[in-house]
């Protein structure tokens, strides 16, 4: 039941890590087609290519000058004149000794660029994982000292409720038992009973 899931995950955490080995053997193939198809030794295909590789390296340089140059833009651009420059020389050539040493030099240049992201972007999940969990634990402390505070209320309350009944039931009770006289109980010096004070301070008619 698991294994779905499981291959799925593990093709999409390997796809990124094998996009520059398929870059550069997509470019490669299709060098090798256009080779192929008329462009070995073709003068004028190789200058177009050289061309557009020149004009690509141009644009990622304006591209990183400044402060406010643009990495991503820069990279890209770079990464274009590399693929040109590479399949300019591949459909040029006749043998498959010097397309292929470009294209190892092309993919280990490629793996070392997309290496400095892949270490920035490990960098910042890190970060962001470890704060997210330090604010989970410190929600976690909050809720769980907010419970126990609530817990604590309404076990005092409890207790006082239970307080309170206990007393209304023994005062009911004494009230009840034989001879009982809050007059002598002021006579002899006890505090008076609220309700003999209430009945004093009602009017006669």
Not at 143 to 150: F, L, N, S, V
């Amino acid at each position: 039941m698991t294994a779905g899931p499981t291959a799925r995950h593990w093709l999409t955490a390997a796809a990124p890590k094998a996009a520059p080995a398929l870059a550069t053997s997509t470019v490669l193939i299709l060098a090798r087609i256009w080779n192929a198809n008329g462009a070995e030794h073709s003068l004028g295909n190789a200058a177009l290519m050289t061309v557009l590789a020149t004009a690509a390296a141009a644009a990622g340089a304006c591209a990183s000058v400044g402060h406010s140059g643009d990495g991503v833009l820069a990279g890209t651009a770079f990464a274009a004149s590399g693929g040109l420059a590479l399949a300019g020389v591949a459909g040029y050539s006749d043998g498959l000794s010097l397309p292929l040493l470009l294209w190892a030099l092309a993919t280990a240049v490629a793996y070392g660029l997309a290496a400095r992201y892949w270490r920035t972007d490990r960098r910042e999940t890190v970060a962001y994982e470890r704060r997210t969990a330090e604010r989970r634990e410190e929600h976690s402390h909050i809720e769980r000292i907010e419970t126990i505070r609530g817990r604590t209320q309404i076990e005092v309350a409890r207790e006082a409720s239970t307080y309170a009944a206990a007393l209304a039931e023994a005062m009911t009770a004494r009230a009840t038992l034989p001879g009982f006289n809050p007059t002598e109980l002021t006579r002899a010096g006890l505090p008076e009973l609220p309700l003999t004070h209430t009945d004093k301070e009602l009017p006669r008619a």
